[in-house]
């Protein structure tokens, strides 16, 4: 499993579904999956609003996945779309969003923040 830190609350991930579910598992909060592919347009349009959404929600654990090097992971969550945020909270599956809207990122996120399972 590779690991890359950018800001505190988004990371880099290379690795196996259980090495992804384990990091998952030892989150208290909402995580959210970016899946994306590297030669997507609004996937990297993502990807440049990401440090400042994770700045916005430090209590949010953001995880980027590498389409091309995580084929297990796009397989298990049969993602066809991208970007594709997945949101967790421990193994709970929340909900699965395409694309890049930037507002409706946010309001996905403040409206699975609240959600309490564990």
């Known amino acids: 499993m ?3 830190s950018h800001p505190d609350n988004i ?3 290379n ?3 259980d090495e992804l579910m384990l990091v998952v598992n030892s989150k208290e ?3 959210v999956l970016d899946i994306f592919w590297v030669w997507c347009g609004p996937c990297r349009k993502l990807s ?3 440090p400042q959404i994770a700045k916005e929600n430090p209590d949010v654990f953001f995880i980027k996945i590498d389409s091309d090097k995580n084929p297990q992971i796009v397989e298990k969550y049969e993602v066809q779309m991208f ?3 997945i949101f967790m909270k421990k193994s709970n599956l929340l909900e699965i969003h395409i694309g890049s809207n930037i507002r409706d990122i946010k309001e996905k996120i403040q409206l699975h923040k609240g959600n309490n399972l564990t």
Do not use: R
């Open 2 to 4: 590779t690991e890359e």
């Open 11 to 13: 990371l880099v991930f």
């Open 15 to 17: 690795g196996t579904l």
């Open 29 to 31: 909060t909402l995580v």
């Open 48 to 50: 440049e609003n990401l």
């Open 83 to 85: 970007p594709t945020l």
